[in-house]
């Protein structure tokens, strides 16, 4: 291989580097994103159970 081919290499692998780093932030985002999801239609179906049991009062 010769200094160019090197460099060119040598770029690609810190490209695929950063590619890699930012995916893992955004799979960490969506992520917390879906957690906080599932916490809110718990929460929605809490006050569901709720006020069907009411309503058979």
Same mark, same amino acid.
């Not at 917390?32 to 239609?41: G, Q």
């Given at each position: 291989?010769? /200094?160019?081919?090197?460099?060119?290499?040598?770029?690609?692998? @810190?490209?695929?580097?950063?590619?890699? %780093?930012?995916?893992?932030? =955004? /799979?960490?985002?969506?992520?917390?994103?879906?957690?906080?999801? @599932?916490?809110?239609?718990?929460?929605? %179906?809490?006050?569901?159970? =709720?006020?069907?049991?009411?309503?058979?009062?």
């Amino acid at each position: 291989m010769d /200094i160019k081919t090197v460099g060119h290499f040598q770029q690609t692998l @810190l490209q695929q580097r950063n590619v890699r %780093e930012e995916n893992e932030k =955004v /799979i960490r985002y969506n992520e917390k994103e879906l957690e906080e999801f @599932l916490r809110t239609l718990e929460r929605i %179906e809490t006050k569901l159970d =709720v006020l069907l049991m009411q309503r058979g009062k």
